[in-house]
C-alpha cells in the first residue's frame, strides 16, 4: 500500500494537481489562514491575481451586511478560498458569513470558504454584523486564495474603492485624533 501512496504523490507533484478540499477549509485553518500543502509555501502576497473587495469599511451594529467580493484577474481562477472578517483595530475576528450556494460558514472563526473545488473567477459573499460588539464599527477583510495545490496566496487583504481597507481606516483613526485634538483645544 505504501508504494501506491507514494506513486500517486508523486504523481500530484508532477502534474501539479489543482485541488482543495471538496468540504473547504477546516476551522483548524483559520488561525494560520495557511493550506496544508506539505512541502509548498504561500506565493508573495504582492503577486496575488486575486482581490478581495468590500461594499463598505464600516457597519451598524446588529443587522448590517457587507457584500463581500472575491475576484480574479484576466485568464486566472481559484479552486478554493478561505476569508475571515477583522477589526483591524484589535485584528480580532468578527462577525459571520451567510451561507449559500457554494459557500460554508466556519462560525467558531468568523471565516467562509469554499464547498466545492471547481474553478472561479468571481465569488460573492455577505457578512453580517450580527452579534458584534466593538468599540468601532469598521471591518476589513483577509482571505486565501488556492490556485493550484503548489500555489496559494494568504494574506490578500481587502479594499474598498480602489484603496488598502487598513490604509484607509489608519487616515480615518488618524484624523478622527486631529479632530479631536481641535475641539479640544490642545
Not at 483591524?88 to 460554508?104: D, L, M
Not at 496566496?153 to 481606516?169: D, F, L
Request: glycine share 6%.
Amino acid at each position: 500500500m505504501a508504494p501506491t501512496i507514494c506513486a500517486l504523490v508523486l504523481l500530484c507533484l508532477f502534474l501539479e494537481c489543482t485541488v482543495a478540499l471538496p468540504g473547504g477549509a477546516p476551522s483548524f485553518s483559520c488561525s494560520s489562514m495557511t493550506p496544508v500543502h506539505f512541502g509548498f509555501h504561500a506565493q508573495p502576497v504582492k503577486e496575488s491575481p486575486f482581490a478581495v473587495r468590500q461594499s463598505k469599511l464600516t457597519y451598524t451594529p446588529g443587522n448590517d451586511s457587507i457584500v463581500v467580493a472575491l475576484t480574479a484577474s484576466k485568464n486566472r481562477s481559484f479552486k478554493g478560498f478561505l476569508v475571515k472578517a477583522l477589526n483591524p483595530i484589535s485584528n480580532k475576528p468578527i462577525g459571520k458569513f451567510r451561507v449559500e450556494t457554494g459557500v460554508a460558514g466556519r462560525d467558531s472563526c468568523h471565516a467562509a470558504t469554499h464547498v466545492d473545488a471547481s474553478e472561479k473567477k468571481f465569488e460573492v459573499l455577505h457578512w453580517s454584523a450580527d452579534d458584534v460588539q466593538e468599540e468601532n464599527n469598521f471591518v476589513v477583510f483577509q482571505a486565501t486564495f488556492v490556485e493550484t495545490f503548489r500555489k496559494f496566496y494568504t494574506g490578500v487583504e481587502s479594499v474598498i474603492r480602489g484603496k488598502n481597507a487598513r490604509k484607509e481606516i489608519e487616515s480615518l483613526r488618524e484624523s478622527t485624533v486631529n479632530r479631536r485634538k481641535t475641539e479640544s483645544g490642545s
